[in-house]
Structure formats: C-alpha cells, structure tokens
C-alpha cells in the first residue's frame, strides 16, 4: 500500500491473494464507517423569508474537493454545479497550483505554499495572509467549517472536519491568536450568521469530507451545494459574488508558469456576474486569490501579484469591486 496524493491506493505488484485480503479489510472497515465523513444536514435556517436579504456586500469562497474539470463540468452527477455554471459564470482553463490539498488551501489564502508540500498537519506557517489584510483594512471575516468540533480547534481531524482543508489554522498569527482563531467556527454558526444577517465580508466555507467530494464524489458535493448555496446568493448584497472552486484535480495539467495541480472547475455566481459567461483565458488558484483582493481593494499577495496567473474579471459586467 503507499500514500497518494490525498489518500491510500493499493500496490499492483502484490501478488492476488494480497491484494484480495488487504481490499476485504479495507471493506470491513469503511462498512463500520471507518475513515469515512457522512454527509451533513442541511443549514437550520428555518423559512427562506427570516434570511433577510443583504444590503452589505460579500464575497464567498466554497472550497470543494479533488475533482478534475471533465468529472465535474458536463457530469450527470452535478445537476446543481452544472446549473449555476450556466446561470453563471466559470472558468474553463482554471488550475489548481499543486498537489495534494493543504498546499492549494494556503495558496488561496495567502499567494504560496510556503514550501509545504504534504497534507501535514503538525506543520505551521509564519506568513502574511489574507486575514491580515483583511483586518488591517477594517473587513470583517470569518471561516465557517463544517463538523469543526469548537472554535480554534487545532487537531489533525473530528468527525468529517480535516485540518487539511482549513488553510487558517496553520497561520501562526491566526493559530496563536484567541480572537482571530475563534473566527473559525462551525456550521451553526453560520445558519445562525445567515439568519441574523451578520454574514462577515470575507466568508470562507470548508464542507466535511464527504460533502466536499472528497470521500463520497462529485454527487455528494453536488447535493451539499444544491442545498447550501441559495441562502448564501441571498446574502451576496449588491456587488457581491461566491466562487465555487475544486482544489485540485487528478492530473498534473497547469497553466500560468507555476501551476500544475489539475484542470478544475471555478465557478463565480453573483449579480454582477455575467449571465452564462465563459472565460478561456487561464487562470490558477493565484489568480482566483488576487480577484478577490482586488474586489476587496487589497493589494495582491506574493504569487497573486504575478500576471500570468491570471484574474476571473472578465466573467464579472465590470471590474467586482465591493468597496
């Protein structure tokens, strides 16, 4: 058996008898649902109507999981994406910056992976990143991931919750610090965010394990979008706008001089996102970072500042400026 890219696979060179009772095992154990997420419940919002309809704008991230673009894009199994990217806009040449995912997480929060090249979770980085910028500019912020067993939790994993996919916690400066790190919370707290109109400026939303595609595939995440993506469209204000993006996908294909992470889908939904738009240009998750600086009025981190990664303007009717 040897590690993957984000998980374990079993060697072809064993001989069958190997393979046969190493796959019974791994069976038994995923049917005691071991190493497994489940998918999670809808957000408690109650009716639509007591989500009120924001006068603020917002930008939004989902971070999903591990699905190259032609498994995504096109697939009977995403009904829900496949349809928000005809309402919408996306990104047919968006890239992924490396593999596996905890150095694409960093790279979309901070312009680098800071040389982190594993999904470690003993690992930590001292580095500026966005939630620096953001509170030197006065923008509220707020990272809401799902099955997180508490505030500032620092373990590797709880449930479905994967320290891997929460790119926060590994910021020293965030990590180490009570009131930031307490910004990163459940998915309670969003249903109760949502419903008393509080929803942060800069939002960041991490789903559990299966309801990111990473354990349960494309279908699964399709589901969890389908039901939690609506009321956040309702809280995107006036010129505000939600990007959907894949970490990485399954091959090595890239773009834009540094990335070869994967061909993955980037969707952007909001009002002033072109109906149907379609944007050829390439673009890396870089790119995807230094759009939502400019949005924000930020200057553009490390490698969000190099123009071969790329913007999403051109899927938006005019340049996305919140402020």
Not at 69 to 78: D, P
Not at 82 to 97: D, K, M, P, V
Request: proline share 7%; hydrophobic share 40%; charged share 15%.
């Amino acid at each position: 058996m040897r590690n993957g890219r984000d998980g374990w696979h079993l060697r072809a060179s064993w001989p069958a008898a190997v393979l046969g009772a190493v796959a019974a095992v791994l069976a038994a154990l995923l049917a005691l649902g071991c190493g497994a997420a489940r998918a999670g419940k809808p957000l408690a919002l109650g009716a639509r109507a007591t989500v009120p309809r924001s006068t603020s704008s917002h930008v939004v991230v989902v971070g999903m999981e591990n699905a190259e673009y032609g498994e995504v894009i096109g697939s009977s199994q995403a009904p829900y994406v496949n349809g928000l990217a005809r309402r919408y806009g996306l990104a047919t040449q968006s890239y992924g910056i490396t593999h596996p995912s905890l150095p694409n997480y960093l790279a979309l929060t901070s312009g680098s992976t800071h040389g982190v090249s594993s999904d470690c979770t003993d690992c930590h980085v001292a580095a500026t990143n966005i939630v620096d910028q953001l509170e030197a500019a006065g923008i509220s912020w707020g990272a809401y991931l799902e099955d997180v067993p508490m505030p500032c939790f620092r373990g590797a994993g709880a449930g479905g919750y994967a320290k891997k996919h929460n790119p926060f916690i590994y910021y020293d400066d965030v990590a180490r610090s009570a009131s930031r790190c307490r910004k990163l919370v459940g998915f309670g707290r969003l249903a109760a965010d949502l419903r008393a109109g509080r929803l942060p400026t800069y939002t960041w939303i991490t789903p559990n394990l299966c309801d990111d595609g990473h354990d349960c595939g494309v279908g699964a995440g399709d589901r969890f979008l389908a039901r939690t993506v609506p009321p956040l469209l309702h809280e995107l204000g006036p010129r505000g706008f939600m990007l959907v993006t894949w970490d990485e996908g399954g091959s090595d294909r890239g773009c834009c001089g540094v990335a070869h992470g994967g061909h993955v889908a980037t969707i952007v939904a909001g009002p002033e996102v072109r109906h149907g738009a379609r944007q050829r240009q390439p673009v890396d998750h870089y790119g995807v970072l230094g759009t939502i600086e400019q949005a924000l009025g930020l200057p553009p981190l490390a490698g969000a500042a190099n123009p071969r990664s790329g913007r999403l303007t051109p899927l938006f009717s005019r340049a996305p400026r919140l402020r």
